[in-house]
């Protein structure tokens, strides 16, 4: 999977489209992302031992990874946002071992 927990995403397709977030967790198996502040669903709790009086709390759902881009503009504006896609390079480090790197294809910096 090119985007990785910590990666500053935008939303493509869905409710959410043109939202900024930073991924949370991933799902390999699903194809699935939790973006933090989007897809927010309302859960009800039980009442446990951990928390005796239950209620209703607020989560983030996942979407599915082909709705998300990685953001490789201005991070707080969404007009400014540039998306882009994942690349890769091997470049050799300083004890000349090939370390793959993941690059921007639009500004062919590293991520």
Do not use: C, F, W
């Amino acid at each position: 999977m090119k985007i990785k927990i910590g990666d500053n995403v935008v939303i493509i397709a869905g409710k959410e489209k043109g939202s900024i977030g930073i991924v949370l967790a991933i799902n390999p198996i699903t194809n699935r992302v939790v973006v933090e502040g989007i897809n927010i669903k309302t859960i009800h709790v039980k009442p446990s031992q951990s928390n005796p009086d239950g209620g209703i709390e607020k989560v983030e759902g996942s979407i599915h990874i082909s709705n998300v881009m990685v953001n490789v503009g201005d991070v707080k504006d969404a007009s400014k946002s540039k998306v882009t896609k994942v690349g890769y390079k091997l470049e050799k480090n300083k004890n000349g071992r090939k370390e793959k790197k993941r690059i921007s294809k639009v500004t062919k910096e590293e991520i």
